[in-house]
Structures are given as structure tokens and as C-alpha cells.
């Protein structure tokens, strides 16, 4: 298991941009995949974005391809997720996830970040 913690979440306009960081700590965080996850009041957590532990391969949720880029720094032990274009409906508290050998599944993931909310007004 790794230590994950989100951050850069806010209110921002429909069309603005916001880029998440989730600053992991472990020896072995280079050698995880990590998942973004989002989570709206009374709604289940849906699957956003995954990473490779290269980089190398990514995977996005039909509704935020072309809109959201997940990238990795891992000399810095910290994966980013930047989200442009956002719409009202992109609201959520975002998670980040990590695991060896987990997709799209949150229950791959094993280790799991507090969250950082995201808020989108039209």
C-alpha cells in the first residue's frame, strides 16, 4: 500500500480548467497504476481516468475523453490530473487510487486518496 493525498480541487466556471494532484509516498509508488475516481452526493464512485506505472498507456471514462490528460511524474511520486472544458456535471469529490494491477475497477485499487472536491457552476 501507498499514501495518497489530493489537492488542487475549487469552484471554478463551466469552461474552466483545474489540474489535480495526488503526491503519493512509498518506494514502490512508481511501480503502481493509479486511477482518478469522482463521487457526486448519493451517486455511486465512477471510474475517470487510469496510468500505466511507465506512463506509457492511459484509459478515460467516455464522458471526459478529449476533455481530461492523466500524467505521472514519478521522481516526484505524483500523478496529476488536469480537466479542461469543465462542466456542471463534472461536480464531484475526485479520488485518486493506486494498486499494481488495477484498470477501471475501483475495487482493484488498494490504496486510496481523501479526495479533494470539485465544484462546477454554469
Known amino acids: 500500500q501507498v499514501q495518497l493525498v489530493e489537492s488542487g480541487g475549487g469552484l471554478v466556471q463551466a469552461g474552466d480548467s483545474l489540474r489535480l494532484s495526488c503526491a503519493a509516498s512509498?518506494?514502490?509508488?512508481?511501480?503502481?497504476?493509479v486511477g482518478w475516481f469522482c463521487q457526486a452526493p448519493g451517486k455511486e464512485r465512477e471510474f475517470v481516468a487510469v496510468?500505466?506505472?511507465?506512463?506509457?498507456?492511459?484509459y478515460y471514462a467516455d464522458s471526459v475523453k478529449g476533455r481530461f490528460t492523466i500524467s505521472r511524474d514519478n521522481a516526484k511520486n505524483t500523478v496529476y490530473l488536469q480537466m479542461d472544458s469543465l462542466k456542471p456535471e463534472d461536480t464531484a469529490v475526485y479520488y485518486c487510487?493506486?494498486?499494481?494491477?488495477?484498470?477501471?475497477?475501483?475495487?482493484?485499487?488498494?490504496?486510496w486518496g481523501q479526495g479533494t472536491q470539485v465544484t462546477v457552476s454554469s
Open positions: 496510468i500505466s506505472w511507465s506512463g506509457g498507456w492511459t
Open positions: 487510487a493506486a494498486s499494481p494491477g488495477a484498470t477501471y475497477r475501483a475495487s482493484e485499487y488498494t490504496s
Open positions: 512509498g518506494r514502490t509508488f512508481s511501480r503502481y497504476r
